[in-house]
């Protein structure tokens, strides 16, 4: 801990006569890829700072592993921490130089190497494998990129093939917030830049139910539309430090009077002055689906606790209403 703080997530590995300590240290956000080497397994061992940053705009590279192929390639995998958009993946390629790796390229010739941007592929038969992030809900269950936000109950939602939707059931919700709500169905961002549109039946809509999009994370922020005295209203709401219990804030709200609306957010990346990325949400709604107007305010998403900000989909009641629910014709992520 005096030349390495935080040191965690050891990896231990046996080469050439060493035994050897992987361990990320000095934080996630700014930290660095330690190794130990010893040639007794029970020490004293030497360390050494074998992958940071330096002049990259890779921040933090942390948690990763050694991985050898069969052809004798060495590559390491670890993460970037990209606050509101999550745990990035990195593969970088990896050497041994006098029994020490070299992890990512030494660009000043400093012994120390630095994560690559970009880089050959491994030499592997490899197959493109992309999560959706669009959806028709035409399927009978759910794709992989959806994530409940706890273990879920199968009584909250359905999947209609026949008319080709997702239905949620409004869960009964009476927290000041919707942070410990289990029944959210997100998924993670696809992208530093993307669009979302859902198109949203309103006819199973009851009294003091609501549903709708849904930026989530220790801060959130909602485009929803409630029943409300036999009015349909869109609200544009946030929640900062929901984690902390806080009640949700509403920002704009308008009333609305046709049966099937469009909502969508459109997340833009901005860099505050200590070049950390923001996800910056702008959110409208539409009748048609084609012509959108925007309501409420620009909101920043917020990462959760070790993920990222994620976007979803949701519908909950005030009062426990069994018979409300929001139909969720598609969901169309560009």
Known sequence: HDHHPTIEGPKFYKRNGYYYIFAPAGGVTYGWQAVLRSQNIYGPYQDKIVMDQGQTKING???????????????????QDKYSYGRIVHLQPMKWENDWPVIGIDFDQNGIGEPVE????????LTNI??????????????????????????????NKRKGCLRLFSKF????????????????????????????????LKE????????????YFTLSIKKENNNFKIYQTSCINADKNVEEEMLAEKYYNEKIIYLKVNVENEMDEKLIPLAK?????????????????????KEGIWVGAKLGLFCVSENENKNSFLNFDWININ
């Open 61 to 79: 590279p942390h948690q990763g592993a050694w991985v050898e192929l069969s052809n004798s390639e060495n590559w390491f995998i670890h993460f």
């Open 118 to 125: 970009k880089f050959n592929f491994p030499n592997l038969p």
């Open 130 to 159: 992309k999560l959706k992030k669009s959806d028709d809900f035409n399927e009978l269950k759910l794709e992989h990129q959806w994530q409940w936000q706890a273990n879920f109950d199968e009584s909250w939602f359905s999947l």
């Open 173 to 204: 919700n009476n927290d000041k917030n919707l942070y410990n709500e289990p029944a959210l169905l997100l998924q993670k961002f696809p992208d530093e830049k993307f669009s979302a549109i859902v198109k949203v039946d309103l006819n199973g």
């Open 208 to 219: 003091f139910s609501r549903g709708g999009l849904i930026i989530f994370g220790k801060d």
């Open 281 to 301: 949400c702008i959110f409208s709604f539409s009748k048609d689906g084609k012509t959108f107007e925007q309501i409420g305010k620009s909101c920043f998403a």
